[in-house]
C-alpha cells in the first residue's frame, strides 16, 4: 500500500528552524515529484514548494522564497523541507504529497497524501 508519512514538526519560535521529512513506504519515490503543502485552522490548503522526480526542478510559494528549501534523498526514499527563518503565519499542519504528473503547487494534481505534521511558530 503506498504511504507517506511526515515528521520533523513541532513547537520552534520565530526566527527558527525546522527540518520536515517525508517518507515513503510501498512504492519508490523516484517516479514521483513531490509536492509540500500546509494548511492553517479556518484557511484552504496552500501549496508551499516542490521538486521534480529527478530534483532538478523545483519551485516555492512567493511566502516561503528564500526561507524555504526542498530537497529529495531518491536512496533514502525520503523529500525534505528546509524552514529557517519561521514566522508565526507559517504555523498550519503541513502535508507532503506525491503526483506522477509534473511538479506543482497545485493540491488537486496529487493524487497520494500524508497524514500531515504540525509546526507551530510561537513565542
Known amino acids: 500500500q503506498l504511504q507517506l508519512v511526515e515528521s520533523g514538526g513541532g513547537l520552534v519560535q520565530p526566527g527558527g528552524s525546522l527540518r520536515l521529512s517525508c517518507a515513503a513506504s510501498?512504492?519508490?519515490?523516484?517516479?514521483?515529484?513531490i509536492g509540500w503543502f500546509r494548511q492553517a485552522p479556518g484557511k484552504e490548503r496552500e501549496g508551499v514548494s516542490c521538486i521534480s522526480m529527478s530534483g532538478s526542478s523545483t519551485n516555492y510559494a512567493d511566502s516561503v522564497k528564500g526561507r524555504f528549501t526542498i530537497s529529495r534523498d531518491n536512496a533514502k526514499n525520503t523529500v525534505y523541507l528546509q524552514m529557517n527563518s519561521l514566522k508565526p503565519e507559517d504555523t498550519a499542519v503541513y502535508y507532503c504529497?506525491?503526483?506522477?504528473?509534473?511538479?506543482?503547487?497545485?493540491?488537486?494534481?496529487?493524487?497520494?497524501w500524508g497524514q500531515g505534521t504540525q509546526v507551530t511558530v510561537s513565542s
Open positions: 510501498g512504492f519508490t519515490l523516484d517516479y514521483y515529484a
Open positions: 504529497a506525491a503526483t506522477d504528473w509534473v511538479a506543482t503547487i497545485n493540491p488537486h494534481e496529487y493524487d497520494y
